[in-house]
């Protein structure tokens, strides 16, 4: 019985995260100035938007599909905080304002996919377009500003030498693993993706579920959005673009299954860890920026890879 | 549940609402609009410094006779006497590596290592144009104890986190093209109004002072597009019987300037000019054109590219601007490598290069020397 629950215990480490300790390795070796806490705090810097984006996706992977319209919704809020704040809103209202919006934009997205019954693919790129418009118009194009001095008490502040953005992270991790772990709602979400008719006949609605999902999600993005904001410090309205994918991938990379309703948040740490901290050496070692998606693209594909194998040698 | 369902309703076609309204507004009403915001900026940007500034808020340009500029000649015939007294490590972050125009910049800036003796780090973000990675890759920089940052910002605004923490750390900022929406050590690179100001001042001539333009406008509210379209639009004003006839962007791509030409010639059959806020939009627009053998119309674009130019030399197009990003990336390396031998400060925040002085315009006359001597982009052929 103990045997097995190590075994367990090992099996649940991603193959990520033994990936990411070569890495780190071979990076430091390849320059000196890699392997210091200012540039590993660089790096949990540069991971927190998207990493907190991740963990809201994990959720809707958990339910076997994906949100595209995250990345929008992170460059949504950013652009409609401060135009907002720009029309006389207090900042900070303003952002939660903009947090309700995105979550009410996930609750619209769960009821498309759950009561039509739409492949979230679809449904949520439809939204990625809609919700992009709209940033698109509010800001007309260009780049928004607001000036204050909150963004540098959220991205300056440091608490334990990292910066109180990072704690922003830390707490998201901590709700979303509180919800998926310990409340029947994340219960639920683990059964949607693996097993929905077991949900129904438990007599839970999968549809409500999912819209909830949805929401949470959204909710989650809009933190991320805020945080985004803070970090560059005016309303971009293509900001994110793109990170909808690059969450996917760090959700996959961490272990989460697309298939069983399997994995969790803890996973998608290493997922975007791994991405983050590759970048971040390229850069520091400076390898020309032409070769630096080729050598992403190798390094994800071969995590996935190892995974797989991993995972079917398991399996036999 | 029924309440539920309702309010779904609602807010789906509160959704769609907004997505209609903003598909039929006009686009030549879009671009109004995002002049009158540009402005809007501009204004408050004043209050904010009573200084002596241009309209953005930042200082305004400080032209140069060539004899003042540290470096001699444009383009690929850049030279200089300036020479790095120690080792110095400047870093150059481009706005992206898909465009040849980053890449020769990128390339100015390792000319310059190897002419002054620096070693020279040349990024770009992988995601095109996102200045979210621009500000990570200037925290990466910072890691890695660089004496000077040059940087053709993705945003004015966005960059300025960057820029801040750069110069917390004692490193000098040095801005090509978009300038940080503060003033730093130093802005180079063409002054984009100057460059659509006098693009649309010849062709004006050219065409006698009348007739119907069409404007091939860059991404909204890019604030380089919003400063070259002022330009031209402020030239076009002097001409009163030139009417600019429609006006949409194009999004500096050349099949979006083929289809809106395609569009708008359906509509406007009497054209007798076309400006296109670089040249793969103007390129498309040509295209277009031909294609419906409109064949006398005028043509005008920037940058001066390989395509632009040839279609200048064989007289399809009738102008584009060169507008050297690799002299651009190697004149912000001499100021930066003075800076650092001496404390030498620039006459200016803002230097442009190049300047009316080096004779920028590739039109007819001057396409063969341009292409023989000059072109920036045999640095990345």
Same mark, same amino acid.
């Given at each position: 019985?103990?045997?097995?629950?190590?075994?367990?215990?090992?099996?649940?480490?991603?193959?990520?995260?033994?990936?990411?300790?070569?890495?780190?390795?071979?990076?430091?070796?390849?320059?000196?100035?890699?392997?210091?806490?200012?540039?590993?705090?660089?790096?949990? $810097?540069?991971? %927190?938007?998207?990493?907190?984006?991740?963990?809201?996706?994990?959720?809707?992977?958990?339910?076997?599909?994906?949100?595209?319209?995250?990345?929008?919704?992170?460059?949504?809020?950013?652009?409609?905080?401060?135009?907002?704040?720009?029309?006389?809103?207090?900042?900070?209202?303003?952002?939660? $304002?903009?947090?309700?919006?995105?979550?009410?934009?996930?609750?619209?997205?769960?009821?498309?996919?759950?009561?039509?019954?739409?492949?979230?693919?679809?449904? %949520?790129?439809?939204?990625?377009?809609?919700?992009?418009?709209?940033?698109?118009?509010?800001?007309?194009?260009?780049?928004?500003?607001?000036?204050?001095?909150?963004?540098?008490?959220?991205?300056? %502040?440091?608490?334990?030498?990292?910066?109180?953005?990072?704690?922003?992270?830390?707490?998201?991790?901590?709700?979303?693993?509180?919800?998926?772990?310990?409340?029947?709602?994340?219960?639920?979400?683990?059964?949607?993706?693996?097993?929905?008719?077991?949900? %129904?006949?438990?007599?839970?609605?999968?549809?409500?579920?999912?819209?909830?999902?949805?929401?949470?999600?959204?909710?989650?993005?809009?933190?991320?959005?805020?945080?985004?904001?803070?970090?560059?410090?005016?309303?971009?309205?293509?900001?994110?673009?793109?990170?909808?994918?690059?969450?996917?991938?760090?959700?996959?990379?961490?272990?989460?299954?697309?298939?069983?309703?399997?994995?969790?948040?803890?996973?998608?740490?290493?997922?975007?860890?791994?991405?983050?901290?590759?970048?971040?050496?390229?850069?520091?070692?400076?390898?020309?920026?032409?070769?630096?998606?080729?050598? $992403?693209?190798?390094?994800?594909?071969?995590?996935?890879?190892?995974?797989?194998?991993?995972?079917?040698?398991?399996?036999? | 549940?029924?309440?539920?369902?309702?309010?779904?309703?609602?807010?789906?076609?509160? =959704?769609?609402?907004?997505?209609?309204?903003?598909?039929?507004?006009?686009?030549?009403?879009?671009?109004?609009?995002?002049?009158?915001? @540009?402005?809007?900026?501009?204004?408050?940007?004043? /209050?904010?410094?009573?200084? /002596?500034?241009?309209?953005?808020?930042?200082?305004?340009?400080?032209?140069?006779?060539?004899?003042?500029? *540290?470096?001699?000649?444009?383009?690929?015939?850049?030279?200089?006497?300036? !020479?790095?007294? /120690?080792?110095?490590?400047?870093?150059?972050?481009?706005?992206?590596?898909?465009?040849?125009?980053?890449?020769?910049?990128?390339?100015?800036?390792?000319?310059?290592?190897?002419?002054?003796?620096?070693?020279?780090?040349?990024?770009?973000?992988?995601?095109?144009?996102?200045? @979210?990675?621009?500000?990570?890759?200037?925290?990466?920089?910072?890691?890695?104890? =660089?004496?000077?940052?040059?940087?053709?910002?993705?945003?004015?605004?966005?960059? =300025?986190?960057?820029?801040?923490?750069?110069?917390?750390?004692?490193?000098?900022?040095?801005?090509?093209?978009?300038?940080?929406?503060?003033?730093?050590?130093?802005?180079?690179?063409?002054?984009?109004?100057?460059?659509?100001?006098?693009?649309?001042?010849?062709?004006?001539?050219?065409?006698?002072?009348?007739?119907?333009?069409?404007?091939? @406008?860059?991404?909204?509210?890019?604030?380089?597009?919003?400063?070259?379209?002022?330009?031209?639009?402020?030239?076009?004003?002097?001409?009163?019987?030139?009417?600019?006839?429609?006006?949409?962007?194009?999004?500096?791509?050349?099949?979006?300037?083929?289809?809106?030409?395609?569009?708008?010639?359906?509509?406007?059959?009497?054209?007798?000019?076309?400006?296109?806020?670089?040249?793969?939009?103007?390129?498309?627009?040509?295209?277009?054109? !031909?294609?419906?053998?409109?064949?006398?119309?005028?043509?005008?674009?920037?940058?001066?590219?390989?395509?632009?130019?040839?279609?200048?030399?064989?007289?399809?197009?009738?102008?584009?601007?060169?507008?050297?990003?690799?002299?651009?990336?190697?004149?912000?390396?001499?100021?930066?490598?003075?800076?650092?031998?001496?404390?030498?400060? *620039?006459?200016?925040?803002?230097? *442009?290069?190049?300047?009316? /002085?080096?004779? *920028?315009?590739?039109?007819?006359?001057?396409?063969?020397?341009?292409?023989?001597?000059?072109?920036?982009? !045999?640095?990345?052929?």
């Amino acid at each position: 019985m103990q045997k097995a629950s190590m075994k367990q215990r090992i099996k649940n480490i991603p193959p990520v995260a033994y990936m990411l300790v070569v890495i780190i390795i071979v990076f430091s070796f390849m320059d000196p100035h890699y392997l210091s806490f200012s540039n590993f705090r660089n790096v949990l $810097i540069q991971a %927190t938007p998207l990493m907190i984006v991740a963990f809201g996706q994990t959720c809707i992977v958990l339910t076997q599909g994906t949100d595209l319209s995250l990345g929008a919704q992170v460059s949504f809020v950013t652009v409609f905080t401060v135009f907002l704040a720009q029309h006389g809103i207090i900042l900070e209202v303003a952002m939660l $304002i903009a947090v309700c919006t995105t979550t009410l934009i996930g609750a619209v997205n769960g009821i498309i996919v759950a009561k039509g019954n739409i492949p979230p693919f679809i449904a %949520t790129y439809g939204m990625q377009n809609i919700v992009n418009s709209i940033s698109l118009l509010l800001t007309a194009g260009s780049s928004i500003y607001f000036d204050s001095f909150t963004y540098r008490i959220v991205t300056e %502040t440091t608490i334990l030498f990292v910066p109180l953005m990072v704690w922003v992270a830390v707490l998201v991790f901590v709700l979303v693993w509180i919800v998926l772990r310990k409340t029947k709602f994340g219960t639920n979400i683990h059964g949607l993706g693996g097993n929905r008719e077991a949900l %129904t006949l438990a007599g839970i609605s999968p549809v409500k579920c999912l819209i909830k999902t949805f929401a949470f999600a959204g909710f989650i993005a809009g933190i991320a959005g805020v945080i985004t904001l803070c970090r560059v410090e005016s309303g971009q309205p293509t900001v994110a673009t793109g990170w909808e994918f690059q969450a996917v991938a760090a959700t996959l990379l961490g272990g989460t299954s697309m298939r069983e309703g399997k994995g969790g948040v803890t996973g998608t740490i290493f997922g975007v860890l791994l991405i983050q901290i590759i970048k971040n050496g390229l850069n520091v070692v400076g390898v020309q920026s032409t070769y630096q998606n080729a050598i $992403i693209g190798s390094i994800v594909l071969a995590a996935i890879i190892i995974d797989a194998v991993v995972r079917i040698r398991s399996e036999k | 549940m029924k309440k539920r369902t309702v309010v779904s309703i609602l807010l789906t076609l509160a =959704m769609a609402c907004t997505l209609f309204t903003g598909c039929s507004t006009p686009t030549q009403e879009t671009s109004g609009d995002s002049d009158k915001k @540009e402005e809007q900026t501009e204004s408050t940007d004043k /209050e904010d410094d009573g200084k /002596e500034e241009s309209a953005t808020g930042l200082s305004k340009a400080t032209i140069l006779s060539a004899d003042k500029l *540290p470096i001699t000649g444009i383009g690929t015939t850049v030279a200089t006497d300036v !020479k790095a007294k /120690e080792s110095y490590k400047i870093g150059y972050i481009a706005k992206n590596t898909t465009n040849p125009y980053m890449n020769a910049q990128a390339e100015g800036v390792k000319k310059a290592g190897e002419d002054m003796g620096f070693e020279a780090v040349t990024q770009a973000p992988s995601t095109a144009d996102s200045v @979210e990675e621009q500000v990570k890759l200037m925290e990466d920089m910072i890691q890695q104890d =660089m004496d000077v940052i040059i940087v053709h910002c993705a945003d004015s605004n966005g960059i =300025m986190p960057g820029v801040r923490k750069a110069q917390e750390a004692g490193i000098l900022v040095l801005t090509i093209g978009t300038p940080a929406s503060e003033d730093t050590f130093l802005r180079t690179g063409v002054d984009y109004y100057e460059t659509g100001y006098t693009i649309a001042k010849e062709m004006a001539e050219e065409l006698g002072g009348k007739g119907n333009i069409i404007i091939l @406008e860059g991404p909204p509210g890019a604030a380089n597009a919003i400063e070259r379209l002022n330009g031209i639009n402020d030239a076009l004003a002097e001409y009163p019987d030139i009417e600019v006839v429609a006006s949409q962007t194009a999004n500096f791509k050349r099949t979006e300037g083929m289809s809106v030409t395609e569009n708008l010639i359906q509509k406007h059959t009497d054209i007798q000019g076309l400006i296109g806020c670089n040249d793969e939009s103007a390129l498309g627009g040509m295209q277009a054109l !031909k294609a419906a053998n409109m064949n006398d119309v005028l043509i005008a674009g920037f940058d001066g590219s390989v395509d632009a130019t040839s279609a200048v030399a064989s007289g399809d197009m009738f102008a584009t601007y060169n507008t050297d990003p690799y002299g651009s990336g190697y004149i912000a390396c001499a100021y930066a490598v003075m800076n650092l031998n001496d404390g030498t400060e *620039p006459e200016g925040k803002f230097i *442009p290069f190049p300047t009316a /002085e080096a004779q *920028p315009v590739i039109n007819s006359e001057t396409v063969a020397n341009y292409q023989d001597n000059i072109a920036w982009w !045999k640095a990345v052929q």
